[in-house]
């Protein structure tokens, strides 16, 4: 018992040092995601393109308190029938010392139609409309990422974007130009667009689905995108040999909860929107820390094995002995997260294993004086690390494997201790003989 607690206490203080690392993770992690907001700041954030967006304004005439007549001007925002996107999206990795960013250039072909404007349902008098002040708003939400001037042909006509959007709340960031509106009394029916617009950014490119019907269809050359937002694609093609893929989406205006016009309030049309998101394969981090969570199992089974073989075999091994191979072992991780910096998450794992095996191993044999017995601490550290590297490389299954394994460690533990003599008695017998 004074041994078992010894070894419980041990494992307590061997807590600090793995909770140190996991510290180290996190900071190394925190780095990264400096350096991503670094680069992405002089290149372009993550962006998102909302529009077009009609917006007209009119006079709205009211009696205050005093039965005085005033007037305001408020501004009606229009949706298109049909809106188009298609589009190239380029990425290239940047380094930053150590580091990765994924930026892109995209140039999106943005086309469709607007209806002719009605203000019927509000029971506004045409001659209270300013049509003269129609403007178009498209929300870019980092506008260091436009790379060229912005044209639209409306109609026929060609119109040349200005930075800034006025009077929309709901776009706080983006281009707009004015538009020519027919009067109610020209007879037409709806207006035409189109326009190309050449963008930069970093790790995401999102679209709201403005549209009465909105499709929007993507290549590019990343070979593993995430696709999120609140929409996922129609169709989409991965090349398996990871040279890009293409995705097609189809959202209609019944699938998002705003209408197709509305006058001054905001309708956090943000939250319809949807996307690509261009990742790494592999985040060493994420699978380093996860690793890092194991740090206590494997702690406590590699100190089970010294206990196991201290009573079976009569060796005695000092506290000190536990607390160096338990340092050992918390030492791995920090060879992990230093080594997948510089080469593959894979093979750090294989170099920092190899050298911890390879040192509790020796060490133990100075402590065992036995080969077999040294062979066999070998051989359950390498299981135990291949066990580590299967829950690791097994997402989805990681749960169920870690569950299976620790039953299985369970039964052998039974298996093994099941004659022992816990009393140190031969038998019942003796046990009483002896209280007598």
Do not use: C
Not at 287 to 292: C, I, L, N, P, Y
Request: glycine residues 6%; neutral net charge.
């Amino acid at each position: 018992m004074v041994k078992l607690a010894s070894i419980g206490f041990l494992m307590l203080m061997l807590m600090i040092p793995t909770s140190m690392i996991k510290s180290l993770i996190s900071e190394r992690e925190m780095r990264s995601n400096d350096v991503v907001n670094e680069v992405s700041s002089k290149w372009g954030y993550d962006q998102t393109i909302t529009g077009p967006m009609l917006t007209i304004p009119y006079t709205s005439y009211y009696r205050d308190s005093e039965d005085k007549l005033r007037h305001v001007v408020k501004y009606a925002q229009f949706l298109p029938n049909d809106l188009y996107f298609e589009g190239v999206v380029e990425p290239e990795i940047r380094y930053r010392g150590l580091y990765k960013v994924v930026v892109y250039n995209s140039t999106l072909k943005i086309s469709g139609n607007f209806p002719k404007p009605s203000f019927k349902e509000w029971g506004v008098p045409p001659e209270n409309i300013k049509w003269e002040e129609a403007r178009i708003s498209i929300g870019i939400p980092d506008m260091r990422g436009i790379q060229e001037t912005i044209d639209m042909d409306w109609n026929g006509e060609q119109f040349v974007f200005n930075p800034g959007i006025e009077n929309n709340a709901d776009l706080k960031s983006g281009v707009s130009t004015n538009v020519n509106i027919s009067r109610p009394d020209i007879n037409v029916t709806q207006y035409d667009f189109n326009l190309n617009l050449d963008i930069n950014g970093s790790q995401s490119l999102n679209f709201v689905p403005l549209g009465k019907e909105t499709r929007v269809s993507i290549s590019s050359s990343w070979g593993t995108p995430s696709f999120d937002g609140s929409f996922l694609p129609d169709s989409r093609k991965i090349s398996k040999d990871g040279s890009g893929f293409t995705a097609d989406w189809k959202v209609l205006h019944l699938n998002r909860n705003f209408p197709q016009q509305w006058v001054d309030d905001a309708k956090n049309i943000q939250a319809a929107s949807f996307g690509v998101r261009f990742l790494f394969p592999v985040d060493h981090y994420q699978k380093s820390m996860r690793s890092a969570k194991y740090a206590n199992m494997f702690l406590f089974l590699t100190f089970l094995i010294f206990f196991f073989v201290e009573i079976i075999n009569k060796k005695r091994i000092h506290p000190i002995q536990y607390l160096l191979v338990g340092f050992g072992l918390s030492i791995f991780y920090a060879l992990l997260i230093s080594l997948s910096e510089h080469i593959s998450f894979n093979t750090s794992y294989l170099a920092g294993s190899a050298a911890i095996v390879l040192l509790i191993t020796g060490y133990s044999h100075s402590i065992f004086k036995d080969i077999k017995l040294t062979a066999l601490m070998g051989t359950v550290l390498v299981a135990l690390y291949i066990f580590l590297f299967s829950i690791l490389q097994m997402e989805d299954y990681s749960l169920l494997l870690g569950s299976l394994g620790l039953f299985l460690v369970l039964a052998i533990v039974m298996y093994l201790s099941r004659k022992f003599k816990w009393y140190g008695a031969d038998d019942e017998n003796d046990q009483k003989g002896n209280r007598t």
